[in-house]
């Protein structure tokens, strides 16, 4: 069992920068792969980073290569978004969600889910 609490978000003028943290229950936390996705409002949640269990492998959705960045520390039991260049665009809920395993790129794989936190990005 893992629980997940989402933090960081907030209201940013676009161009700006915020970092999301997510902090996980647990002693296996480090077996997970780890995911951020976002839901917009009237648009269906969807894929935004991942990394997988060591660390060593990071994937992210087209639209923010080169401006967002995962990482994680599983001595913390946390995993981070850093978000930078921010767009309108990027305003919705961002959860935090863990898969077991090698499974960082299989959205049907993430089986606990924070709650969300609200990130609004001015024009």
């Known amino acids: 069992q893992v629980q997940l609490v989402e933090s960081g978000g907030g209201l940013v003028q676009a161009g700006g920068s915020l970092r999301l943290s997510c902090a996980a229950s647990?002693?296996?936390?480090?077996?997970?792969?780890m995911g951020w996705f976002r839901q917009a409002p009237g648009k269906e949640r969807g894929f935004v980073a991942a990394?997988?269990?060591?660390?060593?492998?990071?994937y992210y959705a087209d639209s923010v290569k080169g401006r967002f960045s995962i990482s994680r520390d599983n001595a913390k039991n946390t995993v981070y978004l850093q978000m930078n260049f921010l767009k309108p665009d990027d305003t919705a809920v961002y959860y935090c969600?863990?898969?077991?395993?090698?499974?960082?790129?299989?959205?049907?794989?993430?089986?606990?889910w924070g709650q969300g936190t609200q990130v609004t990005v001015s024009s």
């Open positions: 969600a863990a898969a077991p395993g090698s499974r960082a790129t299989v959205t049907a794989a993430y089986n606990y």
């Open positions: 647990g002693r296996t936390f480090s077996t997970y792969s």
């Open positions: 990394i997988s269990w060591s660390g060593a492998a990071t």
